[in-house]
Structures are given as structure tokens and as C-alpha cells.
């Protein structure tokens, strides 16, 4: 079982709908959750971070923690054709090792 | 990529040449990392620096070595490049600002071992 996991896409959302994103991680010991953006031939871009349970908002962005049963997910508002990108998870492991998942890809149709 | 620059954006290598890939912040960021990034294979972290004159080996270290020259910059060396080191290398930085974390990237290496 991969230690991160995400569903590689891609997902199809139609202008000012709203997108979720899905991760799933193996160890129940991690604390800090990230969310990152990454636009094709470009940088990573860090845009969420959780550490505890429920939910964070953030604009537009709002990060859900579930750590019973061990998923985080990305939820985006009003989703536009800029937000097609894709989407890493990346997850805080025991023995401060930071893991990412293959990402998912998002595509916002206008 | 706001304050974390990395040379060379491009480069292509022979199997056994060696090269060295630079990174460098401004923004008085303590930890500083490389990943590199394959095809649907998301971030692998090779070596990272938590801060000035330490490093710790990551997921993928082997074939790599990196020095923490000042709190500036890190560097990532290939000594033996090899084919399957043909990817994109991202540097990385990071702290805790004002208890909210922060972490940029820079524009990356895109890196060709033939």
C-alpha cells in the first residue's frame, strides 16, 4: 500500500461547480496535511495546510481532515478554467518525512 | 517561485558525467530541500537540509550528494550521472512564519541523462 494516494484523474468539472479532491494516507501517526497546485511545466505551489480534524477554508479552497478514517480532501468553490491544474497531496510523516502523492488532475470546463 | 532560484533550467548530461544544480533562497528560510518528479510519480524527496550544516538523506538519495554551503544555498550534485537520474529536479524551502507554515518552490531543473 502506497503511503499516499490519490485518484490520478483526470476530473472533469464544469465552470462554478464545485471540485473535490480526494487523498488518502496509510499512517494514522501523521499530523500535518498539505495541498499543492502544480500548472503543467511549472513549480509546485503550496496553497493549503491541515493539522487538525474538520475543516479549513481558505477564499475559495477548503481543506477536510477525517483522521478516523485516515483521508483528507480538497474542496474548490465556484471551480474556473484557471484552476485546472493538478493537485498534489502530500502528507507529514512519523520520522519528519514528507510524502506526496502522484496528484490528480483537474480539468474546469468553461 | 517567489525568492528560490535554481540553475540551470535545462541540461543534458552524459552516463558518467558529473554535474552540480544550485539552489538558492532569500527568504531567511531554515530547511531547504531537492525532490525530484518523474511522470506519475508525484515528489521524491533525495536529501534535505533542516538547517544551516546539516543534511539528512530522503527517499531517493542514492547516486546524489548535496552541501548546505550557508543558509542561502544547497546544491545538488550527480557524480556518475546515470539515465535513470533523467528527470525534473525541484528545490525547495521552508520555515514556520508566525505559527503558519510557508513553502515555496523554485522553477525547476528539467534534466536529460542519454
Known amino acids: 500500500q502506497k503511503e499516499v494516494e490519490q485518484n490520478s484523474g483526470p476530473l472533469s468539472v464544469p465552470e462554478g461547480a464545485i471540485a473535490s479532491l480526494n487523498c488518502t494516507y496509510s499512517d494514522r501517526g501523521s499530523q500535518s496535511f498539505f495541498w499543492y497546485r502544480q500548472y503543467s511545466g511549472k513549480s509546485p505551489e503550496l496553497i493549503m495546510f491541515i493539522y487538525s480534524n474538520g475543516d479549513k477554508e481558505d477564499g475559495r479552497f477548503t481543506a477536510q481532515l477525517n483522521k478516523a478514517s485516515q483521508y483528507v480532501s480538497l474542496l474548490i468553490r465556484d471551480s474556473q478554467p484557471s484552476d485546472s491544474a493538478t493537485y498534489l497531496c502530500a502528507v507529514w510523516l512519523y520520522g519528519n518525512k514528507l510524502v506526496f502523492g502522484a496528484g490528480t488532475i483537474l480539468r474546469v470546463k468553461s | 517561485n517567489a525568492g528560490v532560484t535554481q540553475t540551470p533550467k535545462f541540461q543534458v548530461l552524459k552516463t558518467g558525467q558529473s554535474m552540480t544544480l544550485q539552489c538558492a533562497q532569500d527568504?531567511?528560510?531554515?530547511?531547504m530541500y531537492w525532490y525530484r518528479q518523474d511522470p506519475g510519480m508525484g515528489l521524491r524527496l533525495i536529501y534535505y537540509s533542516a538547517s544551516e550544516g546539516t543534511t539528512d538523506k530522503g527517499e531517493v538519495p542514492n547516486g546524489y550528494n548535496v552541501s548546505r554551503l550557508n543558509k542561502r544555498e544547497f546544491s545538488l550534485r550527480l557524480e556518475s550521472a546515470a539515465p535513470s537520474q533523467t528527470s525534473v529536479y525541484f528545490c525547495?524551502?521552508?520555515?514556520?512564519?508566525?505559527?503558519?507554515?510557508?513553502?515555496?518552490f523554485g522553477p525547476g531543473t528539467r534534466l536529460t541523462v542519454t
Open positions: 527568504m531567511n528560510h531554515n530547511s
Open positions: 525547495a524551502s521552508s520555515a514556520v512564519v508566525s505559527a503558519s507554515y510557508e513553502q515555496y
